[in-house]
């Protein structure tokens, strides 16, 4: 215990008895003891009042007090000199503290460290970890922070925020005075480096308020964007408090209310993941996500789960911080870069002039006097592509007057040609697309739009808000303009340059997800949307009925390509049926490409943009053959057989005798399902394999279509059960992803399987480390117990996957034409999914003809095409049922046999 009197706090608390925490410091036989027992009673009170809904905002600040009372305390356990002070820096300095936020501290001396400073620090810091405060700390003498401060931006801004906890008050003020922006880091030198560092940090996560699962604190519109605000401006106009802030004039009384009912909000939700998270955890995570939205209120409807419509409110307030941010940062960017600066005015028209290289309105009553003028501006931005941005007064000219836009402005004939013209205008349209959303212009102007700006579908498939994923999709259709894209989207970028509308296209994009979170089908409610637009717009009843289809049509592409098996003539024939003529395979293929690459980057690979283009090959050979003359099946299959010889004849290796001998035992199947190509390496390595006893496997990187590699693993086996179920079990451990798989059984007793796979980064797996040979040992090693198989793999189910769960939904289809039976699988993905469905099968002894495999996420919908053993269709609806249910019950269980 200290020999000296401890002075009490300089502040009563509400709720705290100081007397009794006195009292205990002075008979406890440890000091730790009163220490803990008041930060746990700290954190119970202030927790238990965040959730019965008291005013976040309090909550902090008195938190930051309590602390300020436990250093107090503790502080004074220790004998100290005058020449050191306990400083306070960064949110604690502000007076902020959230249940598990870092307490900041700067011991602060104005010479050297001696001996007693160095033991007292030493044992202070010990003890107030003891206690159990997240201490960051540093110790400095005045120099050496002067020092450090003229280098580092982030110790000169923490700086600026500091306060006195403990010892001589007027050591900090020397700080303050040596490192104002008379002295170092002016204005305007402070300013570059805020809006850079902001500009950076806004670079890691893609500069796009909607992430699934955002930074509070770093993302674009979070906490440190309005922190950016008031660093800047509060040198700027040397004032220390956020409300003295307000005084100067820079904020409009809106604006004021904006950022600080924003920041309420945030804090809201950090000061609720502390909780959850019982850490400093800044990232709304999936698994705090529901909770949140629980905690704030929010129940399931018909239309939105309570976690979209609690997320959907988080995206509309970050989305107005970071409107606000631009405003407020270009405002200080005229008021400290410019100053004084005597820039070019260049009148554009009555109604707007070119300021240096903004534009700005000619005076403050052009929208109220002209609303069109809030279309017009925006055209003349993506006609100009030299104009840099808008100018801070007008932003706010827009945010004042954009209630102007309603629904006589928007059935106005001059405004519709104006959003045409903006639509055909060559510059920067994706650009002005998201000022308009951040200014509020477009989803007044489309209503029907402003209903989904911040509609958030809760998967991991989607991983943009529907806003978002609009405006990705049309920067996608602009990039396929650009010939430096054209070896990545070769075909899109072809077919994009011959559409005779690309404005067409454009609304097309602008209406394919409007009706999204309304219930029903989004496709048939965004054809009606695109069909009024479409029509108020001046578009020829034509265009109208097109734009109409192509909304409604829009998923219809990359489901056939994906989910049926395009060696089918019939599937191929009925795909050329419903497209009619190639004008509308062109505008479908370009949107499918540029919908699939704005869904999620994950989704769109080799394999994925093969089966694409080559739907698109085959449907174009289609129409051109005419739609009155589908192709002959046996026909197909004496084309392919031809030119498979043709090429087994070049090497020489293999007679033409032993050649047809082999292809009698693989049925007609394979020869519509696999290219002549394949059929003759296939045959060259069967016929010439030392060992035909043993099976072979052959692993290779192949180019599919020009779209990029993809690595096939071909298997020829002896027919046993298991062999299906053993393989997918190999490639599983492997974390190899499958893309699709080929099972052929042959009359002779064998099976040639063919799986086309990429690793979890979406890549062939080329020459990793001799992966090849790996996993062919490995194969073989699993095959030969494939009789007595019956463990399947299992792997850590990855952390997203955990918090999307949803029953496996099957359905079966029997086609009268077709030998075999369809089935459906949808399920949230995990490790070792289609190796325990593989074992499914062998159990009602099933035999798999073709997969295709589709993973969206964090659920897979994979089509097996199927039949019973004696090579025919499942047509006992009992036993269907049966099956349909076995694999629901399997798969939606909770725990997977560990083999490896």
Known sequence: MPEHTIPSFKQAIIGFDEKKFRHALETSNSIITPFKDIQEAIDTHLNMRFREGENVRKLIHERALMVDCIIHYAWHQFEWEDSISLIAVGGYGRGELHPKSDVDILVL???????????????????????????????????????????????????????????????????????????????DAFFIAKTDEQSARHGKYNHTEYNLEPNIKNAPGGLRDIQTITWVAKRFFNVATFKQLNDTGLFTEKEYAILT???????????????????????????????????????????????????????????????????????????????????????????????????????????????????EIFVLLSQNKNIVGIRARTIRLIRENRYLIDEAFCKKPENNRLFMAFLSSPYNLVTQLKRMVRYGILGRYLPEFGRIIGQMQHDLFHIYTVDAHTLKLISFLRKFLLQINAEQFPIACQIIKQLPNIELLYVVGLYHDIAKGRGGDHSELGAVDVTTFCQQHQFTKRETKFAAWLVKNHLSMSSVSQKQDLSDPEVIHNFALTMGDQMHLDYLYVLTVADMNATNPDIWNSWRASLLRQLYAQTKR??????????????????????????????????????????????????????????????????????????????????????????????????????????????????????????????????????????????????????????????????????????????????????????????IHNDTSKEHTVLEVISPDRPGFLARLARIFVEYDISLITAKITTLGERVEDIFFITDNTGGRLSDPVICEQLQDTICKQLDAKSIDNKF
């Open 109 to 187: 001396m104005e010479n050297g460290t001696q001996p007693q400073h160095t033991e007292n620090i030493e044992k202070l810091l010990t003890l107030l970890w003891d206690i159990g405060l997240d201490i960051g700390h540093s110790v400095r003498t005045l120099d050496e922070c002067i020092s450090i401060a003229e280098q580092d931006i982030t110790v000169a801004t923490n700086i600026m925020e500091a306060r006195t906890l403990q010892g001589r008050e007027s050591i900090l003020k020397h700080l303050l005075d040596a490192t104002a922006p008379e002295k170092m880091w002016a204005n």
């Open 622 to 811: 289609a129409l051109r053959r005419g739609l009155e003359n589908p192709v002959d099946r046996q026909e197909l299959i004496d084309d392919t057989q031809q030119a498979a010889m043709r090429r087994l004849s070049i090497g020489n290796k293999v007679s033409e005798q032993a050649a047809w001998e082999l292809w009698q035992t693989a049925g007609e199947n394979y020869f519509l399902r696999e290219t002549y190509q394949d059929i003759a390496w296939q045959t060259e390595a069967i016929l010439c394999n030392p060992d035909p006893e043993q099976p072979l496997i052959i692993i290779s990187d192949v180019n599919l279509h020009d779209e990029g590699i993809v690595t096939k693993i071909f298997i020829r086996a002896k027919s046993k059960q298991n062999i299906f179920a053993a393989t997918t079990t190999i490639l599983d451990h492997y974390n190899l992803n499958i893309q699709s798989a080929r099972i052929h059984s042959t009359v002779s007793g064998y099976t040639m399987d063919t799986f086309y796979v990429l690793d979890q980064d979406g890549d062939a797996i080329g020459q990793q480390d001799n992966l090849s040979e790996r996993i062919k040992a490995s194969l073989l090693e699993e095959f030969s117990i494939v009789d007595n198989y019956s463990d399947i793999i299992k792997r850590r189910t990855p952390r997203q996957l955990k918090y999307f769960s949803s029953p496996t939904r099957t359905s």
């Open 261 to 375: 009912d924003g920041e309420d909000f945030l804090w809201r939700v950090r000061y609720g993941l502390h909780i959850l998270a019982k850490r400093p955890e800044e990232r709304l995570l999936f698994e705090y996500q529901k909770e949140l939205a629980q905690l704030f209120g929010y129940k399931d409807n018909d239309e939105n789960l309570a976690i979209e419509q609690f997320m959907h409110r988080y995206y509309r307030i970050v989305l107005a911080l970071r409107e606000l941010n631009d405003v407020l940062l270009q405002f200080l960017n005229e008021a400290i870069l410019k100053k004084g600066q005597s820039l070019r005015i260049t009148p554009i028209n009555e109604r707007f002039q070119l300021h240096g290289n903004y534009i700005e309105a000619t005076h403050a009553n052009v929208f109220s006097d002209n609303p069109s003028a809030l279309l």
